[in-house]
C-alpha cells in the first residue's frame, strides 16, 4: 500500500482566508481523490484530480471554493478558498491501489477549523 | 445512485463480546465493497475488502461476506477488544474510475 503524507495535519484560520492542502505519496499513481469529513459526519468526494488534466468535481463542490493542483503523479493540492465556519472538517486525500479491486488508501488528514 | 446504509450507532459492547455491524447497499453492476476503520485522531484504515459476490474478506478477527442476494455485507468479530473501539465505515466502489461511496459510520466502543 502506499504511504501518504498531509500537510498541515491542523490549522485554525479566519473567515475569509484560504488554506492550502498538500498531499504527498511516496509512489506514482494516477489517480487522486479529496475528501471531506464534516464533524461526526461520514466522508464525501469532493473532487478526483488526474495529473494532466483537470480536476473532476462532485455534485455540489465548485472549483472557485475548492481549487486543486495535480502537478504531477506523487503530490496534489487542494485549496479551501474564502473559508466560512461551515468549511471546518478534516480534508483527506487517497490514491487508488492498482489493479480491478478499487481500493483507496487514505492520508492522516488535516483538521481545519474556522473562527 | 449509489448508496450505503449502516446499522444505527453508537455500538457498546464488553470485552470479548461478538460483534455484527450491519452494512447495506444500493449499486448498479457489481461493485467491489469494503470496510474502513477510523482510530480516534487517525485518518481511515482499509480494514477488509471483498469484490465479487460471496467473497469472504477478513483480517485481524474481523470478516465480512459480500452477499448479492441481499445487497449486504455485514462486518463481524468473535470476541472485541477494547483496543478495536473506534468507527467503523461500509463503502462501496461502483464505477470505473473507483469513487468510494461511504456509509454514514457506526461508533463502536468497547468496555473492559
Known amino acids: 500500500s502506499a504511504v501518504i503524507s498531509q500537510k498541515p495535519s491542523r490549522d485554525i484560520c479566519q473567515r475569509g482566508t484560504s488554506l492550502t492542502i498538500q498531499c504527498q505519496v511516496d509512489?506514482?499513481?494516477?489517480?487522486m481523490f479529496w475528501y471531506r469529513q464534516q464533524p461526526g459526519q461520514s466522508l464525501t468526494l469532493i473532487a478526483t484530480?488526474?495529473?494532466?488534466?483537470?480536476?473532476?468535481?462532485e455534485s455540489g463542490f465548485v472549483i472557485d471554493k475548492f481549487p486543486i493542483s495535480r502537478p504531477n503523479l506523487t503530490f496534489s493540492t487542494l485549496t479551501v478558498s474564502n473559508l466560512s465556519p461551515e468549511d471546518s472538517s478534516i480534508y483527506l486525500c487517497?490514491?487508488?491501489?492498482?489493479?480491478?479491486?478499487?481500493?483507496?488508501?487514505f492520508g492522516p488528514g488535516t483538521r481545519l477549523t474556522v473562527t | 445512485g449509489d448508496s450505503v446504509t449502516q446499522m444505527e450507532g453508537p455500538v457498546t459492547l464488553s470485552e470479548e463480546a461478538f460483534l455484527t455491524i450491519n452494512c447495506t447497499y444500493t449499486a448498479t453492476g457489481y461493485p467491489s465493497l469494503f470496510w474502513y476503520v477510523q482510530y480516534p485522531g487517525e485518518g481511515l484504515q482499509l480494514l477488509l475488502k471483498a469484490t465479487k459476490a460471496d467473497d469472504k474478506g477478513s483480517n485481524k478477527g474481523f470478516e465480512a461476506t459480500y452477499r448479492k442476494e441481499t445487497t449486504s455485507f455485514h462486518l463481524e468479530k468473535g470476541s472485541v477488544q477494547v483496543s478495536d473501539s473506534a468507527v467503523y465505515f461500509c463503502?462501496?466502489?461502483?464505477?470505473?474510475?473507483?469513487?468510494?461511496?461511504f456509509g454514514q459510520g457506526t461508533i463502536l466502543t468497547v468496555h473492559p
Open positions: 463503502a462501496l466502489s461502483g464505477t470505473s474510475y473507483g469513487k468510494l461511496t
Open positions: 484530480a488526474n495529473q494532466g488534466s483537470e480536476a473532476t468535481y
Open positions: 509512489s506514482q499513481v494516477t489517480m
Open positions: 487517497s490514491v487508488r491501489s492498482g489493479g480491478l479491486s478499487y481500493e483507496q488508501y
